[in-house]
């Protein structure tokens, strides 16, 4: 058995994914370490939701493995969708959003702890929405609603996010804004980020790691080198957009 790096917290071997024996992405082989902020990237249909299953133990490989580590085996994924990122009607204040981060830990308990609730008021400073707790969720623009959602999705696992398209739907200014708070609870607070996006000058800015699914030849590795290889070379040379 191929011996696993001390600091992943994910590993891909020869991972095929897909649903009723039918393959939708095959021969993928990556790891994810503490502390990385790896994108995934490639064009529509290629799998990339489907390993975003996968890596939240909704789905079984159909070959290969996927060995998760002790600690995010504890301590589980954040995890931020396309359909919660969609969601704006919430009849909610921003406070009680973000406390329902912990409702996987809760169990029968009616009520939050101490301790619960400080980690959501925690998570608040993080994303700079404290002034905004007393506020419906709904009353929100669409940039501060994302970050809502992102220190929810914090309050349920602290050590790594996994965001299917955050900025979708947001205007240009406030993508920038939401990558920016992004970057800065990956690098100050160590926090792992895996990230599905089509916006690949957001990849290449603000990834350490990237992963471009293909139907042959996945590219795995430092975001420098993506950049460098045939997959990122061919990619910027069809203007940057994924279809």
């Given amino acids: 058995m191929e011996k696993k790096d001390a600091d992943s917290i994910i590993t891909c071997q020869n991972v095929s994914l897909g649903y009723d024996g039918q393959s939708i992405v095959h021969g993928l082989?990556?790891?994810?370490?503490?502390?990385?902020?790896l994108c995934i990237v490639g064009e529509n249909g290629c799998?990339?939701?489907t390993l975003i299953k996968a890596l939240l133990r909704l789905l079984k490989p159909m070959e290969g493995s996927i060995h998760f580590s002790a600690a995010i085996k504890e301590n589980k994924?954040?995890?931020?969708?396309?359909?919660?990122?969609?969601k704006k009607d919430f009849p909610a204040g921003v406070r009680e959003v973000v406390l329902q981060g912990m409702i996987g830990a809760m169990g029968l308990r009616p009520f939050y702890t101490r301790r619960e609730k400080e980690i959501a008021a925690e998570n608040m400073k993080r994303l700079e929405i404290t002034d905004l707790q007393n506020r419906c969720f709904r009353e929100l623009s669409g940039?501060?609603?994302?970050?809502v959602l992102i220190a929810r999705a914090l309050c349920a696992a602290e050590t790594a996010l996994v965001l299917d398209?955050?900025?979708?739907?947001?205007?240009?200014?406030?993508?920038?804004e939401l990558y920016d708070y992004l970057k800065k609870l990956n690098r100050e607070w160590g926090i792992t980020i895996v990230m599905v996006t089509h916006d690949i000058e957001a990849a290449v800015?603000?990834?350490?790691?990237?992963l471009h699914i293909k139907n042959e030849g996945h590219f795995f590795g430092e975001t420098a080198e993506y950049i460098k290889s045939e997959a990122g070379k061919d990619f910027f040379k069809t203007g940057g957009v994924f279809k």
């Fill in 29 to 37: 082989s990556f790891s994810i370490d503490s502390g990385d902020y």
């Fill in 47 to 49: 799998g990339k939701t």
């Fill in 77 to 86: 994924i954040g995890y931020l969708s396309q359909q919660s990122a969609a």
């Fill in 143 to 147: 940039g501060q609603q994302r970050r």
């Fill in 165 to 176: 398209e955050p900025a979708a739907g947001l205007d240009p200014v406030v993508s920038v």
């Fill in 205 to 210: 800015t603000h990834a350490s790691k990237i």
